[in-house]
């Protein structure tokens, strides 16, 4: 099977604006999960989505939302960008529980200067 | 929510020893234990995992112990090679989301 997806890769954006990740996960996979990839915070969990429904959601402001299609791709979006926002934001993807294996996408490096 | 500490953050062995890493979680709910492996600039990769049910899994060189009662697991590497080097994770979630609380990170490096 193909592995996850993300694009873009890479985005630089300045304050004040806003952002939109995209995340396909593996084929059959129907719960997506980002997460924030920061060298001081490490890695963080921002929300999750199974069957198109937010079902866990981290601690971060409402700046951050994401979505989920019926074909189980998500994206994530940030609006208002901060300096603080500059990270590699990762997607994984499960096939839900009770098999609960979650797989990495190669991540989006976003810069906010 | 959960809470997860790992120790070490760094962890620097002689290749051919052993290497422990060790995980305390803070919530009883959480029932699903992986661990990553993360090389420089590549995404995590999911190495083995442990479900609250299990004491201890093996997949070839690398074992998880679990411990219920006091809410930790461990990460056991036997013959440690050069490319065991990377940044390994920690995490832990459970109650029904798959949603994973991460540790911060041991940075193992294998001394040749």
């Known amino acids: 099977k193909a592995g996850v997806t993300q694009t873009p890769r890479y985005l630089i954006k300045t304050r004040g604006q806003q952002v939109t990740l995209s995340c396909s996960p593996i084929?059959?996979?129907?719960?997506v999960s980002w997460y924030q990839q920061t060298p001081g915070q490490g890695l963080q969990f921002l929300f999750e989505y199974f069957s198109e429904t937010q079902r866990n959601k981290g601690n971060f402001p409402g700046r951050f939302s994401g979505r989920q299609f019926s074909n189980s791709r998500s994206e994530m979006n940030v609006s208002t960008l901060e300096l603080g926002d500059s990270a590699l934001y990762l997607c994984?993807?499960?096939?839900?529980?009770?098999?609960?294996?979650?797989?990495f996408g190669p991540g989006t490096r976003l810069t906010v200067t | 929510g959960e809470n997860v500490e790992q120790h070490p953050s760094t962890l620097s062995v002689q290749e051919g020893d052993s290497a422990v890493i060790k995980c305390t979680y803070s919530?009883?709910?959480?029932?699903?234990f992986p661990w990553y492996k993360q090389e420089l600039g590549k995404r995590p990769q999911l190495i083995i995992d442990i479900r609250s049910n299990v004491g201890e899994k093996k997949d070839q060189r690398i074992a998880v112990t679990l411990n219920k009662t006091a809410k930790h697991f461990s990460l056991h590497i036997t013959e440690t090679q050069p490319e065991d080097s990377a940044v390994y994770f920690c995490?832990?979630?459970?109650?029904?989301?798959?949603?994973?609380?991460f540790g911060k990170g041991t940075h193992l490096i294998i001394q040749p």
């Open positions: 084929s059959g996979h129907r719960s």
């Open positions: 995490a832990a979630s459970g109650g029904g989301a798959d949603g994973l609380t």
């Open positions: 919530d009883s709910a959480s029932n699903y």
């Open positions: 994984a993807s499960s096939p839900g529980a009770p098999l609960r294996e979650q797989y």
